[in-house]
């Protein structure tokens, strides 16, 4: 991933799903697309950290669910209607039942997919469209175009990334 172009000082906290409390000294801001098997393994490598974090106190994670044109992600923006940003701690949950199955509503038709979010995982169409524009035009101004892109501080990066070395970017930005 280029992270070059990418400028990091235009992404803030305000919009997106806030697990944690706002207090927490370092925000971990998520671009991801639910579709996405690169967003999935972000999500699956750091949740065991990013939990530790959160309910310590030391962290703030803003996921923001990026909507994207590229048709193979489009199922991804289906799914981001059904995320509650009003239950953070429950949406996590939901964001983690989305990715698990993943394999299966994920070449369906984009109404086959609305159909399974609500048939196989019980869940209520949201109105998250106003959120949705702010996140893809926040995106466009920072020039976030792959998913997942993940801002700390000034560390930019992706699914590559260790627990290891998680822990040790998040410990650093603690220590500012």
């Not at 235009?10 to 706002?22: K, L, R, Y």
Request: with cysteine; proline share 4%; aromatic share 6%.
């Amino acid at each position: 991933m280029d992270i070059s172009q990418i400028k990091a000082e235009v992404v803030t906290p305000e919009v997106g799903i806030h697990v944690g409390e706002a207090s927490a000294p370092v925000k971990v801001m998520s671009f991801v697309n639910l579709r996405c098997p690169f967003c999935r393994e972000w999500n699956e490598k750091s949740q065991d950290v990013l939990t530790e974090y959160i309910q310590a106190g030391k962290i703030e994670l803003i996921i923001k669910p990026f909507d994207k044109e590229k048709e193979s992600l489009q199922r991804g923006n289906v799914t981001h209607r059904y995320l509650d940003y009003s239950k953070p701690v429950e949406t996590r949950e939901t964001i983690n039942k989305i990715y698990s199955t993943q394999d299966e509503w994920g070449s369906l038709s984009l109404s086959e997919v609305a159909t399974y979010m609500e048939t196989k995982l019980g869940l209520t169409e949201q109105d998250n469209k106003a959120a949705s524009e702010k996140i893809i035009a926040e995106a466009n101004a920072a020039n976030v175009v792959f998913v997942p892109t993940v801002i700390v501080g000034e560390h930019i990066f992706d699914e590559h990334i260790s627990p290891e070395e998680l822990r040790a970017l998040l410990d650093g930005e603690l220590a500012k």
